[in-house]
């Protein structure tokens, strides 16, 4: 039972944690200044811009998330998946009264800008998990 305690308040505080870090990476994605050649690859500004947030974006994401993953998949195991699917989900819970902002009277692309990032939030992390899962083990004896 103690055990069964310990699980859950590490995964609260992974879950609080992850949620801080996940804001400041994603805040600070957003605040880097886009340079002018990235600006002339494109044929408008607002491509550039849109290409510029939407790739930066996803790396803070994943650059958040794979930590998180390893900590995870090493804490939580064959359960890893459905815990960061559930701190994932929390972080979710939060966005939804939002959502409707983020698709009403907008054009299409931001839609679908807005739509691949909720993706990103609820999918990074179970699919790190997945993959650190996924790995080899490093335990090279085979016994008798």
Known sequence: MARRIALVVTALATAWIYWYVFIAAVGYAAALPIPTRWLSI??????????????????????????????????????????????????FAFEIPYLGELFRGKPPRLQLVALFDQLKLIGMLPLSVWLFARLPSNNRWRGP
């Open 42 to 91: 494109f044929p408008t500004r607002q491509s550039a811009v849109l290409t510029w947030m939407v790739t930066w974006h996803t790396l803070a994401v994943l650059i958040v998330s794979v930590p998180f993953g390893l900590l995870i998949q090493r804490v939580y195991g064959r359960r890893g998946i459905i815990v960061a699917f559930l701190v994932t989900l929390a972080m």
